[in-house]
Structures are given as C-alpha cells and as structure tokens.
C-alpha cells in the first residue's frame, strides 16, 4: 500500500527494519528509495545502497541527519521505535515551533510496546495506526491538506 501512495521514501540505509522496508517497498512497485548517510559517509552503510536507486548526503554529521530527515519529505511514518526513530518524532516539535513546518508522524501500533508518553503526544502531529487501512485513511487525509 505505501507503494502506491508513497513516490518516494528517504531512509537510513542500515539493517533490520530500513533495510526491509527499502526492500518491501521495491518489492510491491515503489519508486524510489533515497538512503541518506551523514556529512563525510559512513562505511558501515555502504553495503546497503544497493538497496537504494540513489543516496544523498546530508549537511552535517549523525545529529543533523537524525533530526532533520524528515525535513525532506514532510512526512514521518514509523514501524518501531529506535533510538533515531524516538529522536526524529521529539524533533517533529522543533520543525513545526521555529520553521512553522508541520512534520505528521504515523506510528505502527503494531511494532512497539505501548503509545508514547502524553507529554511527547500532546506536542507533536502524532498518529497511530494499527492496520493497512487506517494508515491509507490518514495518507489520504494528509494529502488533502
């Protein structure tokens, strides 16, 4: 379904669940996957791009990447909460009070252990999904808008 309703995906090209994505994506008909690596590359991500039709380099090291990656796409759509994830959706607050860009942030109820935390909630476009359908529903809504 993110096939159809996503032209383009930015990820971190890394293992486990970037790396699944990516290929999931491709599998069912998706455009493009951008892999974004920090200023000065990365060794340990290269053996991924493969799995990307292109890479970008982002302007400064691995905070910048972290924070402003969703910047790119307007979009954040989360299947589990890494650290970078947890890092992203926080910074969605920051994006949205001094660039007046509001960054949406979907959430798989059904890859992490229970919602966030009401402070973070109430701060941030935060939406949970828990299937397929509920996830086109708000993809739909956004682009509305």
């Excluded at 905070?63 to 790119?72: A, D, Y």
């Amino acid at each position: 379904m993110l096939a159809t309703n996503l032209s383009t995906v930015y990820l971190i090209p890394d293992e486990g669940m970037p790396l699944d994505f990516a290929k999931s994506y491709k599998q069912f008909g998706g455009r493009e996957v951008v892999g974004a690596f920090p200023k000065g590359g990365c060794d340990i991500l290269k053996k991924y791009f493969q799995f990307c039709d292109r890479t970008e380099e982002v302007d400064g090291g691995w905070s910048v990447l972290n924070t402003c990656l969703s910047l790119r796409t307007g979009l954040m759509i989360g299947f589990g909460l890494s650290p970078g994830t947890l890092v992203e959706i926080a910074y969605s607050k920051y994006h949205k009070k001094y660039l007046g860009k509001n960054i949406p942030v979907l959430l798989d109820e059904r890859t992490i252990s229970g919602r966030l935390n009401s402070e973070i909630e109430e701060e941030v476009d935060l939406r949970y999904f828990d299937s397929s359908e509920k996830l086109n529903q708000f993809l739909e809504k956004i682009r509305s808008v």
